[in-house]
């Protein structure tokens, strides 16, 4: 009788303190798992967003153009300079960018503290990230624009291209929009990965 009891009673709870541990150590295992690589997609949006904010940050050129004064004389040669501040659109693009790769670093150091899985800041930091493509998705819209403009030129409006003339400055600005855009998407991915996460949770 006392065998059949420790049979019946004992050993179920030894079994299942087993089975409770081994769930502990699979849910730590999975959190552990879904957390790397959202670390490492901040990480990334960091740095993209950091170089396209410097690469235009920094982008400069100078260089001689000649101007016909009147039409019997011969042209002026004159050093004309172009700058991202010059335009409004760039600027909106660079404070974009510098805004996106401050949230990125804060965002970074908050997951690697929510060990724990706390569901209302990872709803919070979601909400941020979704923040952070729309914010990137309208600097980067803005600055291809501009950049289209000076590429290609408004016929329409008596614009010329200046691209011909800067290319330096022109190839920089774009190569800029390019890294932005990507660390956009990144943002993206993380938002779709936390409702992806989300809906697994809920079902």
Same mark, same amino acid.
């Given at each position: 009788?006392? /065998?059949?009891?420790?049979?019946?009673?004992? *050993?179920?709870?030894? *079994?299942?303190?087993?089975?409770?541990?081994?769930?502990?150590?699979?849910?730590?295992?999975?959190?552990?798992?879904?957390?790397?690589?959202?670390?490492?997609?901040?990480?990334?949006?960091?740095?993209?967003?950091?170089?396209?904010?410097?690469?235009?940050?920094?982008?400069?050129? /100078?260089?001689?153009?000649?101007?016909?004064?009147?039409?019997?004389?011969?042209?002026?040669?004159?050093?004309?300079?172009?700058?991202?501040?010059?335009? /409004?659109?760039?600027?909106?693009?660079?404070?974009?960018?510098?805004?996106?790769?401050?949230?990125?670093?804060?965002?970074?150091?908050?997951?690697?503290?929510?060990?724990? *899985?706390?569901?209302?800041?990872?709803?919070?930091?979601?909400?941020?990230?979704?923040?952070?493509?729309?914010?990137?998705? /309208?600097?980067?819209?803005?600055?291809?624009?501009?950049?289209?403009?000076?590429?290609?030129?408004?016929?329409?409006?008596?614009?010329?291209?200046?691209?011909?003339?800067?290319?330096?400055?022109?190839?920089?600005?774009?190569?800029?929009? *390019?890294?932005?855009?990507?660390?956009?998407?990144?943002?993206?991915?993380?938002?779709?990965?936390?409702?992806?996460?989300?809906?697994?949770?809920?079902?």
């Amino acid at each position: 009788m006392e /065998s059949e009891y420790l049979s019946s009673n004992g *050993g179920g709870e030894i *079994g299942g303190g087993v089975n409770g541990g081994e769930k502990q150590v699979v849910a730590v295992a999975n959190k552990r798992a879904t957390s790397l690589p959202d670390l490492v997609l901040r990480f990334l949006a960091l740095a993209l967003t950091l170089a396209a904010a410097v690469l235009l940050g920094v982008n400069k050129q /100078s260089t001689v153009v000649p101007i016909t004064l009147v039409p019997t004389l011969p042209p002026v040669n004159v050093e004309v300079t172009a700058k991202w501040h010059y335009l /409004s659109a760039f600027v909106y693009f660079v404070v974009a960018n510098a805004i996106a790769c401050a949230y990125a670093a804060i965002s970074l150091l908050l997951t690697m503290a929510n060990r724990a *899985g706390k569901r209302c800041l990872g709803m919070i930091i979601t909400i941020f990230d979704l923040v952070m493509v729309a914010l990137l998705f /309208s600097g980067v819209g803005a600055a291809f624009a501009v950049g289209l403009i000076g590429f290609q030129g408004n016929s329409h409006v008596q614009w010329k291209k200046v691209c011909n003339v800067f290319d330096k400055f022109c190839d920089q600005a774009a190569a800029a929009v *390019g890294i932005s855009f990507i660390g956009s998407m990144l943002f993206f991915l993380m938002v779709f990965l936390a409702t992806l996460n989300l809906h697994k949770k809920r079902y």
